[in-house]
Every structure is written in C-alpha cells, then in structure tokens.
C-alpha cells in the first residue's frame, strides 16, 4: 500500500515547528524545529513600551530550515501531498503591491514598524479604546462577535497605530497581510493581493469580518474612525475561505528549493491555538484549552442551535471558524506561559546577576544554576499544591501590587518592598506613583484607591 504523507507548519512566538505525518494513519514520522535568531536576541522589541515585532527573514528562514529537515526524514519525498500552515494571530505586516513585507525592501530593513506586529503587542492601546468606543455609538457594533470589545491585540488597532505614526509608511504600504495569510502566500508564489486567499478564522476573530455585514464594516465606519485606513480597507479581499480550502499549489521556486512537486497543495492558512484544537479533537459538546505562550479555551456549536444569537463577553465568535460547518468560540488568557517565564526571571536574578559573575569559570556552579532554573518552577507548583485554597485563606496579608507589569524587573520590585516597609513603620494606608504599580496597604483588609 503507497504511504501518502502531508506536513503541518506551526509558527508560534518564539520559533516554527514543522510535523511530517502519514496522512491514512496519522503517526508522526517526523518533527523540527527553530527558533527566531532575531527575536531570540530580543531585536525589534521595547518591552518597556510593550512592543513586539518580529522580522519576517526570521520566518523565511525558520521555514525553509524546518521543511528541509521533515522533508529529509520522509521515506518517500515524491509521496508529500500537502502543506497546512498556522501562525500566531493577529499578527499582521505592511506590504508594497507585491504583497512583500516593507522590512524586506530598501530602507525599511530595520524599522520596526515594518515589520509584523506580534500578536501581543499593546503599543496600540489607544487606537484600541477608540474602536470599541465607536462600535459602542454606532447602529450596529461591530464589536458585538468578539465581547463588545476590540482589542490591542487585534489587526485594526495595530494597523491604525503603525499608519498613524509615519508618513513614509501611509506612502509606501500597498496594502497589510496576515502572517497566516503571508506564509501560504510565499509558498503559492502569490504576488498580488487581489489573489491572495484571506482565512476566515483570522479575518472573523481579529479584523471585524462577518457575513451579516457583508465582509468587513462599511468605509463610513472607517472613515469615521480615521480615513488612514480606507486605501488599505479597499485592497483587502471581500472573501475569505476556512482552513479546509486550498490557498494553491507549491510554487516552482519552493518546489526546486525543497525538492517537492509543485502538485503539492498549499492549505488556506489557519489560527494557531485553532489548529491545536482540530488536533485536540474539537467538537460539540467538547471544550478544548491550549497552553502555551497564552491560554485559550474553545468551543464549536452546531449553527442551528445558536439561532443566530452571540452571546455577549465572548471574544471570537464566528460562524465558519474552528471547524467548517460550526460556530466557533473562542476566550482565554493573552498572558500565560509568558507570566511563568517573566516570574522564573525574576527568581533566577540572583543565579545570573550575582552567583555566577563570582565564578564565572565554575563549571559545577554554572550546572548547578541551570539546574535549579530547570526545576524551579515545578518546585514552587508542587508547594502551592499543598496550600489551602479556603475563601479566607488570603486573611492575615495586608498588601497588595496593583497594576503589575511583566517589564516591571527585579530592582521595580525591591524599590516597592522597600516603600511597603517604609508604610509599615509610618502607618500610611496609601501610597500612589505615576510610574509604578499602585501599592496599597490597610491593618484591617485590602481596599481599592479611589
């Protein structure tokens, strides 16, 4: 019996991943990764500002070493039929008209703003606040599919804030892509926007398209909101296609470059933690959690059960999204495994900053560093395991950090214990700094400033 094998491409925060799998029986023959060289080295981001952006020659490159590594191990490369692709979303980029990435032409190589907005990136806040606010006066809020709310994280807001902030950018940008929507485009050879195929989980959950308003809101309602936007509105395509689509075929110069037939179909590109819930064996009845860099619960259900309804305070429901035929849902924790790793930071800034520079030729201190950076975390869980988790449980503390950031560092953090001790001896309920997390202490219990 021919074995026909398929390759799935999965683009998350920190590096791509690529799976080669019999596509009859589904076991995995193979699996690779890498890492993001320039985002590794913590390139393009100010933390400080909460911006994220990475360079798209991480993603090329990260894709053609993964495919070479899966495609080295297949027993038969002739019989590959397919490449699927998720990524992080919304995690969208400028692009000229050839639908390139402005950080891959002159004079945009090192601009951040030229290149894709990580999906967790908040340097849009403000432009966020602006879009629920005018989707809170409008006839019909456009933000009704995903909690009443558009957030920072979302493709409007960062659009809005990049062309907001450059004149040469609201100049040379054609037109913006989704990094989902991008990948298949290089691997297809797509060249133009009006031939690229928008997926629809990203187009429904992050950039306000619906089919009840035709596609994406009217031109009034971006012209309302700020006319920058209208040139890139108009070249977006009007019609999205769900993950089970084909985007085309392997391009000649990724067929050549891989050494794979340019028959094999290139799959409409899809939202990470929706493939993961494809895999997980989403249905009805079935909620599925992704953990990674964030957590997200999902859920799909029959679209005849929901009547037409949305349910309100749930972000991400659209019709179509997770599993054709079904309305999908989707709520979470944008901070997850990021908030572990900024905590595990924090605790090992001894080991770095203090231990190790006082030996730095110790090879025992420095394997002993890594070990018990390897286990703390799992340490602590087992400890927090045994607390009582009872209602009064939190009595007996007396101090609260309000409004805590992961860039807040160590030293942030020594500067408030030193201020609490300082309220401590002088008796001062509240303190307030313009720069810092709100601390507020009482002798009775916790209470908010006003």
């Not at 995995?28 to 911006?51: F, H, M, P």
Request: charged share 20%.
């Amino acid at each position: 019996m021919e074995h026909l094998y398929v390759i799935g491409i999965d683009y998350g925060t920190d590096s791509v991943r690529a799976l080669l799998a019999d596509a009859e029986s589904g076991e995995e023959i193979a699996v690779a990764v890498c890492n993001y060289s320039r985002w590794g080295r913590g390139l393009y981001c100010d933390t400080a500002k909460s911006q994220f952006r990475q360079h798209p020659r991480d993603y090329l490159e990260g894709l053609a070493q993964v495919l070479r590594q899966v495609i080295a191990q297949c027993p038969a490369p002739e019989a590959i039929r397919a490449i699927a692709v998720d990524t992080t979303a919304s995690t969208p980029c400028l692009v000229d008209r050839t639908c390139t990435p402005l950080s891959l032409t002159a004079g945009y190589e090192e601009n951040p703003d030229a290149m894709f907005v990580l999906w967790k990136d908040h340097t849009a806040q403000r432009e966020s606040e602006e879009i629920t606010a005018l989707c809170a006066r409008g006839e019909i809020n456009y933000a009704r599919r995903s909690g009443n709310h558009y957030s920072s994280e979302c493709f409007w807001s960062k659009v809005l804030h990049l062309l907001r902030g450059s004149g040469s950018l609201r100049r040379d940008a054609w037109a913006v892509v989704e990094l989902c929507d991008w990948i298949p485009a290089v691997l297809t050879g797509c060249r133009a926007m009006e031939d690229l195929r928008s997926g629809l989980c990203v187009a429904g959950s992050k950039m306000m398209w619906a089919e009840e308003w035709g596609g994406y809101p009217p031109e009034e309602f971006f012209a309302g909101l700020d006319p920058v936007l209208l040139p890139v509105l108009r070249r977006l395509p009007v019609r999205t296609y769900g993950c089970d689509t084909p985007a085309g075929t392997l391009s000649p110069e990724w067929a050549a470059k891989l050494g794979l037939s340019e028959q094999v179909v290139i799959g409409v590109g899809n939202v990470d933690c929706h493939s993961g819930a494809v895999g997980a064996g989403i249905c009805h009845g079935t909620v599925v959690l992704n953990l990674g860099t964030s957590a997200c619960y999902m859920a799909v259900m029959p679209p005849e059960k929901m009547g037409g309804r949305v349910v309100e305070g749930i972000f991400g429901q659209v019709n179509g999204s997770i599993l054709p035929g079904m309305v999908g849902f989707e709520a979470g924790l944008s901070a997850f495994g990021d908030v572990y790793a900024w905590f595990k930071r924090l605790l090992c800034w001894p080991l770095r900053e203090v231990l190790l520079p006082a030996d730095p030729e110790n090879e025992t201190l420095r394997a002993l560093a890594a070990q018990t950076e390897e286990r703390l975390l799992a340490k602590l869980a087992e400890a927090a395991a045994q607390l009582p988790l009872r209602a009064d449980a939190h009595r007996g503390h007396e101090f609260v950090l309000h409004g805590l950031h992961m860039r807040h560092l160590r030293y942030n953090l020594y500067y408030f214990s030193y201020v609490i001790a300082q309220c401590h001896l002088q008796r001062k309920r509240f303190l307030n700094f313009s720069s810092a997390p709100l601390i507020m202490y009482t002798k009775k219990r916790v209470k908010r400033s006003p």
